[in-house]
Nanobody, 124 residues
């Protein structure tokens, strides 16, 4: 069992930066693929970024590639999403998630554990 708690959301102006954190509990954190998803009002939840169990592989949605960076610290059982050059269209509730299944990290239905979400709002 893994429990996830996000933090770091807030209001920022366009062009600014935020760093989201996701603290995980559970002994097997280091074996899980981790992902960030977001959901804007009236839209479906979408994949943002993913990272393999050892941090060796990272994956990004095209819309955030070059602006966002996902990292993890297995010793601290925490992973992060550094968001730079934020745009108003990045406004959403951001969720962290964990999965045991190896495969396409963008598939939300393969994630077993989810955080409660943290709001990110970017003003123009």
């Amino acid at each position: 069992q893994v429990q996830l708690v996000e933090s770091g959301g807030g209001l920022v102006q366009a062009g600014g930066s935020l760093r989201l954190s996701c603290a995980a509990s559970g002994r097997t954190f280091s074996t899980y693929t981790m992902g960030w998803f977001r959901q804007a009002p009236g839209k479906d939840r979408e994949f943002v970024a993913g990272i393999s169990w050892n941090g060796g592989s990272t994956y990004y949605a095209d819309s955030v590639k070059g602006r966002f960076a996902i990292t993890r610290d297995n010793a601290k059982t925490t992973f992060y999403l550094q968001m730079n050059s934020l745009k108003p269209e990045d406004t959403a509730v951001y969720y962290c998630a964990a999965r045991e299944i190896i495969g396409d990290p963008s598939l939300s239905y393969e994630y077993s554990y989810w955080g409660q979400g943290t709001q990110v709002a970017v003003s123009s």
